[in-house]
């Protein structure tokens, strides 16, 4: 059984697209990411496969159960964590309280080591902390009672580079230990590092599902060669080879097999090579029509949420927006 089925998901805020006829599977143990730019639909996405919002049509499961049944979906919702794109937590409460409530509703067998690992002082009133240590008592939350299926909402938003390492790291612990994980993310190399597959969104249609791994591959290698003889630019214009510069060096992106490229490089005298993957932003350029997620997360324009910003966490559906 797929830790989570979707099938020709769609939902539409009144006349407004957020996601239509989306269907993929994650399955048990797989972290699985879904990228696209802002207003892509992740979210929307998300919220109406755990039951947070009623699909205009088409269904899911989580784990097995119905996200559209509210008491199967609730039921789900105690083996899930969810940490939600805005969380909207309450600021007058600490990270304390807040963490009980949550505990009291799903268990919290981590929450001590997470705490700690995070270093987040519980103690504070949610509205004196800051975005980022705000973002650490959501992910407490999502992580605490040890879930078999994490739906994650832009999780690195707002962490330091230490931070995301760590995050990076428990997520890495709780596939180990079985969990399965859904991910979104405008940041290109985060769902890389972090994915198995990587599904892309675009105006709310999956217009892609890949593995990492083939993106990869697809992407072809970066080369760059110095070479001891004049070279003909000529020579290097053949299949396989694109973005060809010829200088004091030449460098150019590689996607046909590698004994293709050494046949031709063995016509050379060659002083200098290096063969790196290129940027997966390449194979990416086939789905966003040149509005790439870039590495620092500036995707393209898109609308932002509107009436759907709710206090919500993997407890509680908070009603619908449609
Ligand atoms: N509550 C709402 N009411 C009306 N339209 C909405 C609502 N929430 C989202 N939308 C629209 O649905 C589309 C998808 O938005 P969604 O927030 O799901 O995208 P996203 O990929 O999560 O974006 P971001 O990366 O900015 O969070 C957008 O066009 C957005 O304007």
Redesign the pocket.
Known sequence: MPAIECRNLSKY??D????EDVSFAVEDGEVFGFL??????????IRTMLGFLSPTSGGATLLGHDATDPVDSRRARERIGFLP?DPGLDRDRTAAAFLDHQAALRGESSREDLVERFGLDESRRIGDLSRGNRQKVALVAAFMHDPDLLLLD?PTSGLDPLLQEEFAALVRERVDDGASVLL?S?VLGEVAALCDRVGV?RQ?HLVAVESVSDLRSRGGKQVRVRIAEDVDRSDFEVRGIMNLRVGETVSFTWTGEYDALIDLLSRYTVRDLDVVDAPLEEAFMTFYDGDVPGPTGN?GA???????ARSDTAAEPAGD?R
């Not at 407004?16 to 996601?19: A, D, H, L």
């Not at 696209?36 to 639909?41: E, L, V």
């Open positions: 805020y009144g407004v697209r957020g996601i696209g730019p802002n207003g892509a639909g992740k979210t929307t996405a794109g832009e979104s405008h969104l709310g995707g898109g609308g932002a949420p509107g009436d759907d927006a």
